[in-house]
């Protein structure tokens, strides 16, 4: 079978890496929908084998997106699917690791993070953002500081990765711009609907615009609480063209559909998709969306 790319999502950089600006986020793989536990079984019942996540993952590098997020080191059968999608693909994917570590100030905890981290390398990332569980544990607000980030940013470094911060706390932003950490990359929760949101969307808006290095937004479509359409188009039409997209679908099919709405966000241009089902199929109003 050949492999080919039959269209290339724009790109952009961290620390000298060019990565999709749509990246693939993983939460509708792994089964974290948070929407119900119901949600959540269905999704690890359907990708409970590697096999099920391989047509969604062509789907995505026919269209250049190479770049997936996940804590890979919980997910065994995507890190299958990453694999086997490489070698049919004859291409590395990039992959964006978001692992739990030990943050405490011991000398066992240190121990345990770095070989947490180099697990992270051995698995195949080239990013590694140390989880927002993790690295919120470090945050002095009243010394805007990350107490001892760069304990982790120098494992991560040594272990050979591009360090980063998933920051759902937005200051995690500001106080690493402001103390010039190692940090070349960031996740933030960005939607329209300012879900799971810790300021106004405004404020993180203006942290975004902001930001000294490169950011990776998430959560655009608030776990299903807007529709693809609006929420890729606020995200794409309000950030920078050096930050990304992290977009979770559920099958090849919720794939192809984003990928689309978002080529025309990006391009400014209309969607071209099918309409969704009625029972009144000729109403004027869906007739005329074909």
Known sequence: MD????????????????LSRFIIGTNWIAGYSHRSNAADCMIKETHA????????????????????????????????????TEDNWGRGMIMVDTPVINVDDTPEARREAEATIKATAERGAKICLIHHYSAEQLVNKNKRQITRLDDYTKMIRDAGMI??????MPELVLFSDENGYDVETYIQIYNC??????VEIESVNTIIRNAK??????????????????????????????????????NEREAAEDIEISFAALERRAVNLVGRNSPAKNQAVLSSNK
């Open 3 to 18: 492999y080919i790319v039959k269209r290339e999502f724009p790109r952009t950089e961290v620390d000298g890496l060019s």
């Open 49 to 84: 084998c590697h096999h099920s996540m391989l047509p969604m993952l062509d789907t995505f590098m026919e269209n250049g997106i190479d770049t997936i997020m996940a804590p890979f080191g919980q997910l065994p059968e995507l890190c299958k699917a990453v694999k086997v």
């Open 163 to 168: 360090p980063g911060l998933s920051a759902h």
């Open 193 to 198: 609907m300012g879900f799971l949101m810790q």
């Open 213 to 250: 290095k490169p950011v990776m937004t998430i959560k655009p479509m608030a776990a299903g609480r807007t529709t693809p359409f609006v929420g890729l188009n606020f995200s794409f039409a309000t950030i920078r063209d050096c930050d990304m997209v992290t977009v979770g679908c559920f």
